[in-house]
C-alpha cells in the first residue's frame, strides 16, 4: 500500500477517535501509535499528524463547506466515518494545494468503499466533486 494511502486510513481512525472521544490531537495521535499492530515508517506517521491536526485546525470551515454540499443531510445525522472521510478529503481539497483534487476524491471514495460501503463512496463522491467544481470557479 502506497505511504500516503495508509496515513489517510489512519488519519481516518484518529479522526474517528476524536469525533468519539473529544480528546486533543496530540494525545489522539499519541494513543493511536501507542496502540498500532504494526511498524510505521515515520514519514507516514508525520503525514498522518498533518492530515489530522489540519482537519482539527480547521473544523468549523470543513463542516460549514460539507453542510453547504450535503443537500438534506445534517452533518450529525452522517455515519461518523462518512463524515470524517468527508472532513479529510475537503481538508485536501481546500487547504493542501500539493494534492491534486482528483486523487483526493479518489482516495476518499476507496476509504468509504473499505470503511463504510460502496453507497457510501457514491455519497462521498458527490459532495466532494461539487466542492472541487468550487474551487475551480
Known amino acids: ?54 482537519v482539527a485546525e480547521n473544523i468549523d470551515a470543513l463542516d460549514a463547506k460539507i453542510t453547504q454540499y450535503a443537500a438534506n443531510w445534517h452533518l450529525k445525522r452522517m455515519a461518523v466515518v462518512d463524515r470524517n472521510i468527508l472532513r479529510l ?17 479518489n482516495e476518499a471514495v476507496d476509504l468509504a468503499k473499505k470503511f463504510s460501503g460502496v453507497e457510501a463512496g457514491k455519497f462521498v463522491n458527490g459532495i466532494l466533486d461539487k466542492i472541487k467544481q468550487e474551487k475551480k470557479t
Not at 494511502?5 to 495521535?29: G, S
Not at 478529503?89 to 476524491?105: N, T
Request: net charge negative.
Open 1 to 54: 500500500m502506497r505511504k500516503r494511502t495508509l496515513a489517510r486510513e489512519f488519519a481516518l481512525q484518529v479522526l474517528y477517535q476524536l469525533d468519539i472521544t473529544r480528546d486533543n490531537c496530540d494525545k489522539a495521535l499519541d494513543n493511536f501509535w501507542l496502540h498500532a499492530e504494526e511498524n510505521v515508517e515515520q514519514s507516514v506517521k508525520d503525514f498522518t499528524a498533518v492530515l489530522v491536526r489540519g
Open 89 to 105: 478529503s475537503c481538508y485536501e481539497l481546500m487547504f493542501r494545494s500539493d494534492i491534486p483534487p482528483k486523487v483526493s476524491i
